[in-house]
């Protein structure tokens, strides 16, 4: 693969392109690997910066529908949106998020909007590392919003914000009692939380929930980066596209508060950081799956561990030696 | 430290060199890293071999008090009691677990009793070795029974199950609709459901609770390794000491089938291999943190990586080589 061409036809913003790189970044075979880092390196230079929002919400809220509106209303505002799906769920079962455009349809028929679906990979970690990959191809590509979409499960939640500028938690409006259904530690990753369906029949629901929602966030602590009134709960119609522009506009006076003061970068910079030391672990951990050899002694020092023949930090030492050699 | 004068003592019992002896495996220290692994190794040969009980259950079901009613109920048989706890929460804000022995007052006084608070070690996987190498030392110094306890909160569950032979989950006696706050994967552990305060006021509630779980265990998959009739949902008073020979008989002819069936052994010998491998993975990526040349290179290589200046890729794989040397 030329993956020079690759780079500058990815550049040059062509959707394409854009769909193989990100099949490369996703592929774990070691030449692959070797290809995508050398993709990213030649990336690096663009310069070009979208807004990564992180989305979130437990299935049934509407998140489709929500994406879909909110993505047309920007493509409409003359940006150009990507959206990456992140379901861990998505190696068993089919998974909460559908693994086709179908569920976006208007959107996928736009030019300026790039949906990708879940990669299919059991781990976390590798699902994490892909995502990251796959934002810097759709920044360098040129896209202005790059929205990361996750299913309201923990882990996958803390993974999206950890490589997103802001984070929405979408809501579907419910009775009060509902409200303790969203854990606590989700809550406090949002910056925005969006009751959805504030239309027709439900609109007085949505109303009262976003009530409930708005106070519950007033009891959380704040954080350094919060500007006042935020995080902010609102009502939005994903239906009517009512409170989308307004909905919009607040994550646009919160993107411009954090980069006046400095979070904006330093959150990002953080966010460096920390990919690094997870490529880091990833790669040292790599080495007992990567070479043959030791995959084999691993499997049967394993053995012997499990006949009670050898002691289980014994067979550690053994394998480390080897790796030492 | 002498270690073989300590194995000795440990076989042979003395609840002070046992108390040493875990305190030695939960150091991280690299010297008492390896003094524990000689210490261990010493004592492999003992042949002992305990019925490792995992137990969980949210704060408010009582379980410290089933405990020591428990505990005080196998002594009285004749039975050599050691009780762990691991709560992940104890590094921050001192844990759901209380740290010390006043909550079991009574257990705390008798000869054939062992009480351990959870260490406070902010990562699960020090935990989870400092637990299982505890565990080893408990059934070499000849303790029948070794009760795992953990707080109902997700990832601690799956870890105790991971190092026990059956697992219980205790339940407070409450209204259908709080069923649901059990989480379907921390049922789907569990050997033994038991309703807890089936006493006084609430008997007939807890009754009404055990018919519910009972309900719901019917619901799920069975398990290989379940007999005709597991799991099951019991009722227990850990006031009257009512219900606690069923549970504990229960408890007995479950393990006796597991143990003619195969898959007891068969259990023992996955979790022995599944230690190694953990084991591994945690001495491999400890050499990133033991050597300060190495630690210092991460932090600068962090540092710009946060600045720009350094893709996290080529950053990792500047320490990868070092490491290679």
Same mark, same amino acid.
């Given at each position: %693969?030329?993956?020079?061409? #690759? @780079?500058?036809?990815?550049?040059?913003?062509?959707?394409? !392109?854009? $769909?193989?790189?990100?099949?490369?970044?996703?592929?774990?075979?070691?030449?692959?690997?070797?290809?995508?880092?050398?993709?990213? /390196?030649?990336?690096?230079? @663009?310069?070009?910066?979208?807004?990564?929002?992180?989305?979130?919400?437990?299935?049934?809220? *509407?998140?489709?529908?929500?994406?879909?509106?909110?993505?047309?209303?920007?493509?409409?505002?003359?940006?150009?949106?990507?959206?990456?799906?992140?379901?861990?769920?998505?190696?068993?079962?089919?998974?909460?998020?559908?693994?086709?455009?179908?569920?976006?349809?208007?959107? $996928?028929?736009?030019? &300026?909007?790039?949906?990708?679906?879940?990669?299919?990979?059991?781990?976390? +970690?590798?699902?994490?590392?892909?995502?990251?990959? $796959?934002?810097?191809?759709?920044?360098? !590509? +040129?896209?202005?919003?790059?929205?990361?979409?996750?299913?309201?499960?923990?882990?996958?939640?803390? %993974?999206?914000?950890?490589? !997103?500028?802001?984070?929405?938690?979408?809501?579907?409006?419910?009775?009060?009692?509902?409200?303790?259904?969203?854990?606590?530690?989700?809550?406090?990753?949002?910056?925005?939380?969006?009751? &959805?369906?504030?239309?027709?029949?439900?609109?007085?629901?949505?109303?009262?929930?976003? @009530? /409930?929602?708005?106070?519950?966030?007033?009891? #959380?602590?704040?954080?350094?980066?919060?500007?006042? +009134?935020?995080?902010?709960?609102?009502?939005?119609?994903?239906?009517?596209?009512?409170?989308?522009?307004?909905?919009?506009?607040? %994550?646009? $006076?919160?993107?411009?508060?954090?980069? =006046?003061?400095?979070?904006?970068?330093? &959150?990002?910079?953080?966010?460096?950081?920390?990919?690094?030391?997870?490529? #880091?672990?990833?790669?040292?951990? =790599?080495?007992?799956? &990567?070479?043959?050899?030791?995959?084999? %002694?691993?499997?049967? #020092?394993?053995?012997?561990?499990? @006949? *009670?023949?050898?002691?289980?930090?014994?067979?550690?030492?053994?394998?480390?030696?080897?790796?030492?050699?």
């Amino acid at each position: %693969m030329d993956i020079d061409d #690759l @780079a500058k036809r990815v550049a040059a913003g062509e959707r394409r !392109a854009l $769909a193989r790189a990100i099949t490369l970044v996703e592929s774990a075979r070691p030449d692959h690997r070797a290809q995508a880092a050398r993709l990213l /390196d030649a990336l690096k230079g @663009a310069g070009r910066e979208a807004l990564r929002i992180g989305l979130s919400g437990t299935p049934g809220v *509407g998140k489709s529908t929500f994406i879909e509106a909110f993505g047309m209303f920007l493509i409409e505002r003359g940006l150009k949106v990507a959206v990456l799906a992140v379901d861990p769920s998505s190696a068993r079962s089919g998974g909460s998020i559908l693994g086709d455009k179908t569920r976006m349809e208007r959107l $996928a028929r736009e030019a &300026n909007a790039f949906i990708r679906p879940s990669p299919s990979q059991t781990q976390l +970690g590798g699902v994490a590392r892909r995502t990251r990959e $796959a934002v810097a191809l759709c920044e360098a !590509a +040129g896209f202005d919003v790059v929205l990361i979409e996750t299913v309201g499960v923990g882990q996958s939640e803390t %993974m999206v914000a950890g490589m !997103a500028d802001l984070f929405l938690l979408l809501i579907a409006p419910a009775g009060g009692d509902e409200l303790q259904g969203v854990k606590r530690g989700i809550m406090e990753m949002a910056d925005l939380i969006l009751v &959805n369906k504030a239309d027709g029949a439900l609109k007085e629901t949505a109303m009262r929930t976003c @009530a /409930d929602y708005a106070g519950a966030l007033r009891l #959380l602590r704040k954080r350094a980066q919060d500007p006042d +009134g935020y995080p902010r709960a609102m009502t939005v119609s994903a239906l009517s596209y009512d409170g989308l522009p307004e909905a919009w506009a607040a %994550m646009g $006076a919160l993107a411009e508060w954090r980069r =006046a003061q400095g979070y904006w970068a330093a &959150n990002r910079a953080e966010q460096a950081r920390r990919w690094f030391e997870e490529e #880091l672990r990833a790669a040292l951990l =790599a080495r007992l799956e &990567n070479d043959p050899r030791i995959r084999g %002694m691993v499997a049967d #020092l394993g053995d012997s561990v499990a @006949a *009670g023949e050898t002691s289980p930090g014994a067979a550690a030492d053994k394998v480390l030696d080897v790796l030492d050699r």
